[in-house]
Nanobody
Framework: QVQLIESGGGLVQAGGSLRLSCAAS????????LGWFRQGPGKEREFVAA????????SYGDSVKGRFIISRDRAKNTAYLQMTNVEPEDTAVYYC???????????????????WGQGTQVTVSS
């Protein structure tokens, strides 16, 4: 069992930056592939980014490619989502997810993940 806690959300102006964190307790995150998803008002939860256990394999949703970066820090048992050049369309609740995985695997389908955080709200003003 692993508990995920997101933080770092808030209100930001369009064109600005924000860094989300996903801290874990209960188990080390090194055993898990990680992902970020988001759910905007009236929308389905959508894939944002994923990273393998190694940290060397990443994947991004089309709408955030070139603007967001996913990373992980083993020493801090934390994952991050660096958001830059944000747009009003990025407004959503952002969720961190974890899945026990092999070393190089990553996952883009939300149904593949086993553990979820409670989410953190990101609001981008125009």
């Amino acid at each position: 069992q692993v508990q995920l806690i997101e933080s770092g959300g808030g209100l930001v102006q369009a064109g600005g930056s924000l860094r989300l964190s996903c801290a874990a307790s209960g188990r080390t995150l090194s055993a898990f592939a990680l992902g970020w998803f988001r759910q905007g008002p009236g929308k389905e939860r959508e894939f944002v980014a994923a990273i393998s256990r190694s940290g060397g394999q990443t994947s991004y949703g089309d709408s955030v490619k070139g603007r967001f970066i996913i990373s992980r820090d083993r020493a801090k048992n934390t994952a991050y989502l660096q958001m830059t050049n944000v747009e009003p369309e990025d407004t959503a609740v952002y969720y961190c997810a974890a899945k026990a995985a092999t070393y190089l695997a990553f996952y883009t389908n939300r149904q593949q993940y086993d553990y979820w955080g409670q989410g953190t709200q990101v609001t981008v003003s125009s």
